[in-house]
C-alpha cells in the first residue's frame, strides 16, 4: 500500500493573539457568563482522513457507543464512519474510537417506512462475504442519503436526519444502554430493521438470533420487548453480545429473515398514531437476562432525560481541567481532545459485576471491568492522563487486567470485547500497571500484579525466547519487527524493575534493569540508528533509514529507523551516551525533524503520517521524541519542536487528526502539550515541560486540590520558555514530578519570543 501523505489545514487557531497585556482578555473572558464546556467539543473531529474516529453518542468509559454505520469495510471506516461518505444502513451500538482494524458496529438498527425483503442480505462466516466491500452496501435495499447539513454531534447525543425513508433520528447513551428517537413524518408507516448479520473488516457473525420476549411489565406496557444474541468470530474471536431492546410503543408485527437454524435480521412494525418512536437498547458480553437488567427495564424509554444526563456527566468530566485563552477554536481541539481521551477504555461488566472471559467463564468485578485496551499506543500519555484524572478507572482498568491474565497467563496486550488480539508489539499492560502503583494508585494487588508483571515478561512467546537468549532479538529468529520489540522490552524490563524496588525485590530489580539496557545491542553508532542485527551479531544489509515495509519483512513496526531509533525513553542518557554526548545527538535527532519526508520501499505502512521531516505524529512511536532534547540540554528546541507539532497536526475540522486516533492516545498528547508538560517516559513519574498554549490552565485534582499552570506573555511567537517558578519560587528543573503536582500548587512560565 503506497503511502499517501496527509495535507492537514495550517490551524490559524492555533496563532495565538500577541498578548502585550494577557491581563485584558482573561479579565474580559472572566466577566463573561461561562459557557458549557461540552459546547467546547466537535465529535466531527477525526471522523475524516484517518483520524477513524466515530460521532455517535456515548458516556464517559460508556458500554455504549450508539454510533451511525455506513456499512462500509475499508480502512478509513474502521469505526464504522467516514466524514467523505453520504449513505447510511443503521446505528449501531458498539464501536471504536480511532483504532487501525475495525471490529464491532453490532446489533444495527435503522427506522423504514415501508417493508422489505430482507433475503437479499448476505450473512455467514467469512469466506461467505463479498469480497469487495463496497458490494455489502450496495445490496443493502434500505440504506438513505444524509446531508451533514442536517446532521449534528455533541457529548452524548446525535442527530441526523434519513432523506429516503424521512425518519430524524436521534441518539444518546446512558453507561450501560443507548435510547433512540425516531421522528416519522405524519401519516407515515413505522418500523426498525434489525440486522444481526452485518459486519465489517474481520468480523463474521457466527451465531444470532433475537424474538419477542415474554417479559410482561404490567396490563398497559407490555408486547414491546425484543431480546437476543449475535456471537462472531474476528478481531475478537469469541465475541458474545446478548442484548435487549425496549420499544416506547407495542410491537404490531415482526417479520423474521433465517440462514439455516439463525435468526439474521427481522422487521418490526408499529402503529403510526405518534410520530415518535423511542427505543432502549442494552448489551451484556453475559446473557440476556443481564442485557435486560442492563436495560433498568421498569424505566421506559425516555430520551431527553438519557441525554440530560449523559451531558451532565460530560460537563463534571470535562471541568477536571479549566483553559483559559481568548481563542475558541484552542478550546475546541482541547476540550474535543479531552472528551476522546475519556471514550476508551469502555464499561465491560454489567450492572450486577458480570463479565465474560475470552474461555467463557464467567467473572465478577468488585469495581467495573474495563475492555478496549488498546495499550501500545495508550500507555505512552493516554493512561498518565487517567492516572492523573481518573485513578479510581486506572485501578479498575489492573484488575481488569488481572482478570484476563488469569485466561492467558500472560497480561493482555490489546484486549478487545474481553478477548486477547494480540494486535502491536510489546507487553506494555506492564508499563500502566508501573506507572500507576509508582504514582500512588492503589486498589489493586500490587504483588499479584507484579507476578504478573513478571511471568509476563520471563515467558517464551512473541520473540521473549529470543530476546532472552541474545539480549535482543535478531532480525533472523524468525520475529518480524525484531527492532521495535527489542527497545519495547527493553523499556518494558525497566517497568518491572521499578516495580520490583518499589516493592523490595532487589534480585529482580537489579535483574530487570540489566536487561533494559537491551537497546544497546541494537546501536549502530556509524550510521546513529537501531538496526536489524543476526544471531551472530552481523547488521542487516543494505539498510535504509527511510525504508517502510509495512508489518512483513521488516525491522520496524508501522515505522523506519528514523522513527523508531528513539525509543530508549527510560535512559535518554545512555543513549545520548552512545551518540557520544549531547552534541552528536541533538545535531542527529534535529535531523529528524529536517530531512526530507520521502519513505521508501514498495509497502510503505499507511499508518506513517502526520510527517514533519522524517518525525510521523500520525504515530505513536514518535509521540515522545521532541521531549528528549531536554534531557541533552536543548529545552528551546522541545518547545520549537513541540510548538511545530501543535501547529500542524491539529484542527477543528474533520480531518484535524493527523493519524488514527488510537482510543485517546492522539489526543491525550494534545492535552499534555497544550498545558506545557509531557510523561515522555511515563513510569518515571515526571513530566518534560514543552510550550504551554494557554494563558492558564487549573486541574480539578481528584484528592481536592489544584493545580494551575500559568504561561505569561504566552503568545505566537512568545513560544520559549524564560523563567520557571513554582509556587512562588525559581525553578531550575525542566521537569515536574507527579508528588509535585498532586500537593497542588502554581506553575508560572515567563514566555519569550527568544
Known amino acids: 500500500m503506497k503511502l499517501k501523505h496527509i495535507t492537514l489545514l495550517a490551524v490559524a487557531s492555533l496563532v495565538l493573539a500577541a498578548c502585550n497585556n494577557p491581563q485584558n482578555p482573561i479579565q474580559k473572558e472572566a466577566q463573561t457568563p461561562q459557557k458549557p464546556l461540552i459546547s467546547y467539543v466537535d465529535p466531527f473531529i477525526g471522523t475524516g482522513g484517518h483520524g477513524h474516529t466515530y460521532p455517535g453518542a456515548t458516556t464517559p468509559f460508556g458500554m455504549i457507543q450508539v454510533s451511525p454505520v455506513n456499512g462500509l469495510s475499508h480502512w478509513d471506516w474502521c469505526s464504522g464512519y467516514h466524514y467523505s461518505d453520504s449513505l447510511m444502513v443503521g446505528f449501531g451500538h458498539l464501536s471504536l474510537s480511532g483504532t487501525g482494524i475495525g471490529d464491532l458496529n453490532d446489533i444495527l438498527l435503522m427506522p423504514t417506512t415501508k417493508e422489505y425483503d430482507l433475503s437479499v442480505l448476505k450473512y455467514g462466516r467469512k469466506e461467505q462475504y463479498p469480497v469487495n466491500a463496497q458490494e455489502f452496501r450496495d445490496m443493502v ?27 430524524n433520528v436521534e441518539l444518546t447513551a446512558a453507561q450501560r444502554y443507548a435510547v433512540h428517537r425516531y421522528t416519522f413524518e405524519k401519516g407515515a408507516e413505522q418500523s426498525v430493521i434489525l440486522n444481526l448479520g452485518f459486519a465489517i473488516n474481520w468480523d463474521s457473525p457466527t451465531k444470532t438470533s433475537f424474538s419477542k420476549s415474554d417479559k410482561k411489565l404490567d396490563a398497559n406496557n407490555n408486547d414491546n420487548i425484543i431480546t437476543g444474541y449475535r456471537y462472531s468470530t474476528g478481531w475478537a474471536e469469541n465475541q458474545k453480545v446478548f442484548f435487549a431492546i425496549q420499544f416506547s410503543k407495542p410491537i404490531k408485527n415482526i417479520t423474521y429473515q433465517k440462514h439455516k437454524d439463525d435468526v439474521t435480521s427481522g422487521q418490526i412494525f408499529f402503529d403510526n398514531t405518534d410520530e415518535k418512536l423511542e427505543v432502549k437498547v442494552a448489551v451484556s458480553s453475559v446473557s440476556e437476562e443481564n442485557a435486560l437488567d442492563n436495560l433498568e427495564l421498569y424505566n421506559a424509554p425516555n430520551f431527553d432525560k438519557t441525554k440530560s444526563l449523559a451531558q451532565q456527566q460530560w460537563e463534571k468530566t470535562l471541568s477536571s481541567i479549566v483553559v483559559e485563552t481568548p481563542v475558541d477554536s484552542l478550546k475546541t481541539i482541547f476540550y474535543t481532545a479531552l472528551y476522546h481521551a475519556q ?53 479498575d482498568i489492573i484488575n481488569s487486567m488481572l482478570a484476563y491474565y488469569q485466561v492467558h497467563k500472560v497480561l493482555p496486550v490489546w484486549t478487545l470485547y474481553g478477548n486477547e488480539t494480540n494486535t502491536m508489539t510489546g507487553y506494555h499492560s506492564v508499563a500502566v500497571i508501573a506507572e500507576a502503583y509508582l504514582k500512588g494508585v492503589r486498589g489493586f494487588d500490587a504483588e499479584k500484579a507484579y507476578e504478573a508483571m513478571k511471568t509476563t515478561m520471563m515467558q517464551d512467546d512473541r520473540g521473549l525466547k529470543a530476546y532472552k537468549k541474545y539480549g535482543y532479538i535478531p532480525y533472523n529468529a524468525g520475529v518480524d519487527e525484531s527492532v521495535t520489540i527489542t527497545l519495547e522490552y527493553a523499556y518494558d524490563d525497566w517497568c518491572v524493575a521499578q516495580m520490583a524496588k518499589a516493592l523490595g525485590k532487589t534480585e529482580d530489580a537489579d535483574f530487570f534493569t540489566k536487561r533494559s539496557e537491551a537497546y544497546a545491542h541494537l546501536f549502530d553508532k556509524e550510521t546513529g540508528f537501531m538496526r536489524g542485527k543476526s544471531t551472530n551479531g552481523k547488521w542487516r544489509t543494505p539498510f535504509d533509514p527511510k525504508r517502510s515495509d509495512h508489518r512483513e519483512n521488516t525491522d520496524y513496526t508501522e515505522g523506519n529507523a528514523w522513527q523508531h531509533s528513539w525509543f530508549v525513553p527510560h535512559n535518554v542518557q545512555g543513549l545520548i551516551n552512545l551518540f557520544g554526548g549531547n552534541e552528536p545527538f541533538v545535531t542527529h535527532l534535529e535531523k529528524l525533524f529536517t530531512e526530507s519526508s520521502e519513505i521508501t520501499g514498495d509497502n510503505t505502512s499507511p499508518d506513517i503520517s502526520g510527517l514533519i521531516g522524517q518525525y510521523a505524529h500520525g504515530n505513536e512511536p514518535s509521540h515522545h521524541i521532541a521531549y528528549m532534547f531536554n534531557v541533552a540540554g536543548q529545552p528551546k528546541k522541545t518547545q520549537y519542536w513541540v510548538d511545530r507539532i501543535l501547529q500542524t497536526q491539529y484542527n477543528t475540522t474533520p480531518n484535524g487528526l493527523s493519524g488514527n486516533e488510537d482510543c485517546g492516545q492522539m489526543s491525550a498528547w494534545y492535552i499534555w502539550s497544550a498545558m506545557g508538560l509531557y510523561p515522555m517516559n511515563p513510569a518515571s513519574t515526571e513530566y518534560q515541560f514543552g510550550r504551554p498554549l494557554f494563558d492558564k490552565v487549573t486541574i480539578h485534582l481528584p484528592n481536592g486540590k489544584t493545580f494551575t499552570i500559568i504561561a505569561k506573555n504566552v503568545s505566537k511567537d512568545n513560544k520559549y520558555i524564560q523563567s520557571v517558578k513554582l509556587n512562588g519560587k525559581e525553578y531550575s528543573q525542566w521537569h515536574i514530578s507527579h508528588q509535585d503536582l498532586l500537593k497542588g500548587g502554581e506553575l508560572v512560565f515567563e514566555m519569550t519570543n527568544k
Open 343 to 395: 471514550v476508551a477504555p469502555v464499561t465491560f461488566s454489567d450492572k450486577n459485576g458480570q463479565f465474560r472471559l475470552q474461555n467463557d467463564e464467567i467473572a465478577q468485578a468488585e469495581g467495573t471491568a474495563y475492555s478496549t485496551l488498546s495499550l501500545w499506543d495508550t500507555f505512552r500519555a493516554e493512561h498518565p492522563l487517567l492516572t492523573l484524572l481518573q485513578p479510581k478507572v486506572t485501578a
Open 141 to 167: 435495499p434500505y440504506k438513505s442519503k444524509y446531508s451533514h447539513k442536517n446532521e449534528k454531534a455533541e457529548p452524548g447525543y446525535y442527530q441526523v436526519y434519513l432523506e429516503d425513508p424521512k425518519v
